[in-house]
Structures are given as structure tokens and as C-alpha cells.
């Protein structure tokens, strides 16, 4: 058990959080929420022996393993299955396939195991960290932000994957959805206080709203009370008559709480500006084709769509198959080597996505890098924008060489909110926000009355956006869809996405389980008689063992030194091939349980489905 003791953490006079009191139980799954710039990384290192506590204490068990998804790695093996091998456990260094299967699920290919790690994109480097810290099989993993950089079919398998996860694990993520859906308890840092409590963000979230309702009802009241006592004091306190009565209710007021009004917190607050477009058709394109070398297979093939005046479009799929080259092409930063594209002369876009970041000027500051994006804003207006985006006056005037990776992208979400937009192309908008900022941006999109194409990971964001269409990148290219996010998963999602056509029959899922256990026992069932011969070699090796060493004894009483040599020689034969028996079976087992853990993931998805039909 991990054990916070009315811990403190402070830096210089800004404290992080006080009197922090909780408990992480063993196999407890919990997520840690709470505002950008809240703890919660520092919260992870104090865990992780990083930072130490100004006050109270941190008990962890001794001996207690702890895996850290960290931002930064730096890696020492000459290729990325051996990096992610070299974090498995002492024992297990030769079950490669572990690492293996992990890779696999993360999204890597098989061409990407055999390259080195500081030939992967800084994305997948990051998805090589995360694999780590789950080859590591710790006591205690600790994972800030796990989604970010992969895509919606890997951030599937990893949420499969930390369900099954039987140990401890504290989680931050910006998605409720994704964190929700694995976590038993939730932890919050709100006003410089942690608290803990069972259940989900919405349990948590609900109980302190209505927490700080009541407290701001008490304390209205109590002002009110104070004002009465204090009205009556200032009317009869030069009175002889009603002195002692004065007096008394000094006493009163000297007595009470001292209840401060709550602190306004300060959210991100989207409101795009609309252009007016007469024009019904803001941008329609027509066979669209495109790859970056032409003797490559093409990104985008054929690719056809319209986009309305209110179109709301979704872009989902694997990364690296063209979602983000897909609003390049629609935002003209990229042209296509096939078909066309017409753009609505009047069209006015606003374009989130790393081109943006990478084009912000590192030697203009926050305040001049907005104003650049409508020179008819005043002065006041820009530092309305900035203080929007969580930028104070003071920091309004940081240069942008100073600013985070988070910090450039609210930039350029403020230089989009300068200027009218009749179409939005928001490439994964929500990887630097947190939780409150995300939901923001949901409200601003959903009243936006211009169009918007979204490529995001984030399956909350992707249902409760009223997606009219949706762009599907898999194995087969990109297929555009009349409809939303939740309708493709009713249809099948990726897992049936060679089909765009609705079913005509009710999908027979008590038949799916019976013949998913049927596959199961068939692929289990060979490698445990692979298992039992195994067992059964190694228990005829220890019977000869057993007996050459009794033979052994007896030569060297009979000093019968030839026989010994050749016994010996024996024993060690005998012993070498227990060791490699042993390795065998060690790799036997963990595939069989990796398997199981595999089909009954499947089964359990499918008895969920029967449960609600």
C-alpha cells in the first residue's frame, strides 16, 4: 500500500498542493485529474522518488517496483525490439515475444522492431517509452498521458490491455472517456487540495461542484449574519442602554470562520468568429490522390468529398496513414497529385496542426504573433485573446522560444480565434489540453455555426459531437462515410471497416462466443501438449540426474576416476538441458497465457454485447 501523510509540496511560495492525505491499495487502479499546472506530474515524481516532500510523509513498500511512462528517454539499444526487451523483468530477459506482442499492439510493424529506436518519429519514440514501462510488469505503473501520439486503434488495444491490468496503476489523461473505462477511483487536485473517492472525473467532478455550492451558500450567509451584527454595533454601540449587547456581538464576529469567497478558476474559453458564406459548397474535392514520393503506394487515393457550410467531419484512423496530410491538401499547404480541389473564393479557414506550431516566429512574442493574425484588433483586444488562452498580461509578452510545446499550441488557437473562419481543419486539437479545456472546446465547436474537419484520438470528443461525416484512414486507405463516430462503431467500427454497408441481420453473437471458444481451445490446445512434453522431458532429465549422481558418489568411493569423468560429463549434459527445457517452457507458458488473456478479452467484450441485447 502507497500512503500520503498530510503531504505538502511547494516551489519557493507557490504551493502545489497541502495536507495531502490518501492511500493507493494494492491492484487499485486510480485516475489523477485536475487542471494544467495543477501537481500531477510532480505528484507522479514524488511517487517515483524524483522530488521529496516539504511536509508530512510518502510510505511506499520496500522493494516496490515502479514503471514511469516518461516524456524524455533516452535509448541504448541497437534496435526497438532489444530496447523494449531490455525493460523486462530479471527472469525473463529471453522472453523477447513479450516485448514482442506489446510492440505489435502499440502499432509498430515489423519493419519498425528491426530499426533503431533514434530512427523512429519522435511519436513512435514515445509509444517505444510507453512499451517499457509496460514490458516492465512493475508493482506500480505510473503513466502521464498515454494516448498521446497514438491513434484511435492502438489507444483501443491499450485500454484492453491496462483493463487487464492487475497491479497498481495511476493514469492522467485529458480523455474522461478512456480513462473512466479503466480506472476504479479517481483522484483530483483542485485549489491546492488532492482528494480521492470511488468511481469516475463525472463522480468527482459532481461532488465538489456541489461541495463548493454549499460553501459559497454557508459563506454568503454567514457574511449576511456578520453584516446584521455589525449593522446593530455600529447603531447602538455609543448607546450605555445597548453597550453590553454590542459588545457581545463584537465577541460573535471576532468568533466566526473566517470563509473566504472561492477564487475564480480560470478556463480556456473558445469562441470562433464566424464568416458570413453565402455559398452553399465552402470546399469540394473531386478522385483525390496524393503520396510525398511518387514511387510510393498513395496515401490518399480516389478520396472524394464535399464540404458544406455546417458540415461537422471526423477523421479517424491509424497514424501515419494520411489523416494529417488529408487537411494539408484541404487547407493548401499540400496539392494533389491527382483530381482536383475547389475552394468557395470567400472561404476564410482556420487551420490547427503542428505546421502551425512549427511556423510560429521564435523571436516574436504571444501579444505580436496574435496581433500578425488580424491587424485590426486593438491592443486591448489581443490581450483579451491572450488572457483566453491562459496567457496573462505579463506572459502576453513572452517570447515564443520560451513556451512549451502546450503553451505555442494555445497560441495558435488564439491567432484562429483572432480572425473570422468559416471552416475549421483542427488537426488533434486536444493533445496539450486537459480535461476542462477539452470539454471547452466540445461547447465551441457544437455551436459553431461555420464547418469543421476534426482529426482527433479522443473517442469522448468523437461521440458527443454531432459528426455528420466521417473520413476512415485503415489498411485499405481512406473511405469517406455519411455518417458519425457512433453510428461506424454500431456498424462494426475498425474491426469490420472493409465494409461500409449497414447489416441486414441481427448480429448472432452467442454464435461468435461458441466458436470464439472453439478457436480458443484449437490454438491452446497445441501448445499445452507442447507444454506437457516439455514437463515431461524435463522430469526424465531430474530422474537421470537424480541417478547419475548416486552413480557419481559411488565411482569416486571406488575411485574409479575414468567412470566419474564420464558421469560428470553426463550431469552437466543433463543439467544444461533442464536450463534450456526450463527457458522453453517459460516461453510456452507466457504465449499461452498471453493467448488466454487475449481470447477471453474478446469473450468478455462479446458477453458485454449479449448483456445488452
Not at 291 to 315: A, T
Not at 316 to 335: A, C
Not at 525 to 543: A, C, R, Y
Request: with cysteine; charged share 30%.
Amino acid at each position: 500500500m502507497i500512503i500520503f501523510d498530510s503531504v505538502s509540496k511547494c516551489y519557493g511560495d507557490q504551493t502545489v498542493f497541502k495536507d495531502a492525505c490518501f492511500t493507493i491499495s494494492p491492484n487499485e487502479k486510480v485516475g489523477l485529474a485536475g487542471r494544467n499546472g495543477s501537481g500531477k506530474s510532480t505528484l507522479f515524481r514524488m511517487i517515483n522518488g524524483e522530488e521529496s516532500e516539504d511536509a508530512g510523509s510518502i510510505t511506499i513498500p520496500k522493494g516496490h517496483r515502479i514503471a514511469f511512462l516518461r516524456q524524455h528517454r533516452d535509448f541504448k539499444e541497437s534496435s526497438t525490439l532489444l530496447e523494449a526487451a531490455s525493460s523486462l523483468p530479471e527472469g525473463q530477459k529471453e522472453s523477447v515475444h513479450k516485448a514482442e506482442a506489446i510492440l505489435f499492439g502499440l502499432g509498430f510493424t515489423e519493419a519498425d522492431l528491426k530499426k533503431a529506436p533514434s530512427h523512429l518519429s519522435s511519436g513512435f519514440q514515445m509509444r517505444l517509452g510507453l512499451a517499457k514501462a509496460l514490458v516492465e510488469d512493475a508493482d506500480l505503473l505510473l503513466l502521464d498521458e498515454p494516448t498521446n501520439y497514438l491513434d484511435i486503434i492502438s489507444q483501443k488495444w491499450l485500454q484492453r490491455f491496462l483493463k487487464g491490468w492487475t497491479k497498481q496503476l495511476i493514469i492522467i489523461s485529458h480523455d474522461r472517456h478512456f480513462m473512466d473505462s479503466i480506472t476504479d477511483s479517481t483522484m483530483m487536485i483542485h485549489r491546492n487540495l488532492v482528494r480521492k473517492m470511488k468511481g469516475g472525473t463525472e463522480d468527482i467532478y459532481r461532488q465538489i461542484v456541489q461541495e463548493e455550492e454549499v460553501f459559497e451558500k454557508t459563506r454568503r450567509k454567514e457574511e449576511e449574519r456578520i453584516q446584521k451584527l455589525q449593522r446593530f454595533i455600529d447603531r447602538f454601540g455609543a448607546k450605555a442602554t445597548k453597550a453590553s449587547q454590542a459588545k457581545s456581538k463584537q465577541k460573535e464576529i471576532d468568533k466566526s470562520p473566517n470563509l473566504q469567497k472561492l477564487s475564480r478558476i480560470h478556463n480556456l474559453d473558445f469562441e470562433f468568429k464566424e464568416a458570413p458564406l453565402e455559398s452553399k459548397v465552402l470546399l469540394a474535392a473531386h478522385e483525390m490522390t496524393f503520396s510525398y514520393q511518387k514511387e510510393d503506394k498513395p496515401l490518399i487515393k480516389n478520396l472524394s468529398l464535399d464540404v458544406l457550410n455546417g458540415s461537422k467531419i471526423g477523421v479517424v484512423g491509424k497514424n501515419g496513414r494520411g489523416k494529417s496530410t488529408l487537411l494539408k491538401l484541404l487547407g493548401g499547404f499540400l496539392n494533389p497529385d491527382e483530381g482536383k480541389i475547389r475552394i468557395s473564393p470567400k472561404i476564410q479557414v482556420g487551420f490547427f496542426g503542428q505546421t502551425m506550431i512549427d511556423r510560429l516566429d521564435s523571436k516574436k512574442t504571444v501579444f505580436e504573433e496574435i496581433k500578425e493574425s488580424n491587424h485590426n484588433l486593438s491592443d486591448q483586444d489581443v490581450l483579451s485573446l491572450a488572457g483566453l488562452m491562459m496567457f496573462t498580461k505579463s506572459a502576453s509578452n513572452k517570447l515564443i522560444s520560451m513556451l512549451s510545446g502546450g503553451e505555442r499550441s494555445r497560441v495558435v488557437l488564439a491567432k484562429i480565434l483572432a480572425k473570422p473562419c468559416n471552416l475549421l481543419l483542427l488537426d488533434e486539437p486536444t493533445h496539450h489540453l486537459d480535461i476542462e479545456s477539452t470539454e471547452a472546446l466540445r461547447q465551441a465547436l457544437e455551436i459553431f455555426s461555420g464547418a469543421f474537419v476534426l482529426v482527433t484520438h479522443s473517442e469522448e470528443l468523437l461521440l458527443n459531437l454531432e459528426l455528420d461525416h466521417l473520413i476512415v484512414f485503415d489498411d485499405k486507405g481512406a473511405r469517406s462515410l455519411p455518417y458519425g463516430f457512433g453510428d461506424f462503431l454500431d456498424k462494426g467500427g475498425f474491426a469490420e471497416s472493409s465494409s461500409t454497408e449497414p447489416k441486414e441481420q441481427k448480429r448472432d453473437i452467442k454464435g461468435e462466443i461458441g466458436r470464439l471458444k472453439a478457436e480458443k481451445i484449437q490454438a491452446l490446445s497445441p501448445l499445452k501438449q507442447q507444454m506437457k512434453k516439455i514437463e515431461d522431458s524435463i522430469h526424465l532429465l531430474e530422474k537421470e540426474l537424480e541417478k547419475l549422481n548416486a552413480t557419481l558418489e559411488k565411482a569416486y568411493m571406488e575411485k574409479n576416476g575414468e567412470e566419474g569423468g564420464r558421469i560428470h560429463k553426463r550431469i552437466v549434459e543433463c543439467e544444461k538441458g533442464i536450463d534450456s527445457l526450463f527457458e522453453e517452457l517459460e516461453k510456452v507458458s507466457a504465449l499461452i497465457q498471453d493467448k488466454t488473456r487475449t481470447f477471453d478479452e474478446k469473450l468478455d467484450e462479446l458477453a458485454a454485447l449479449k448483456s445488452l441485447s
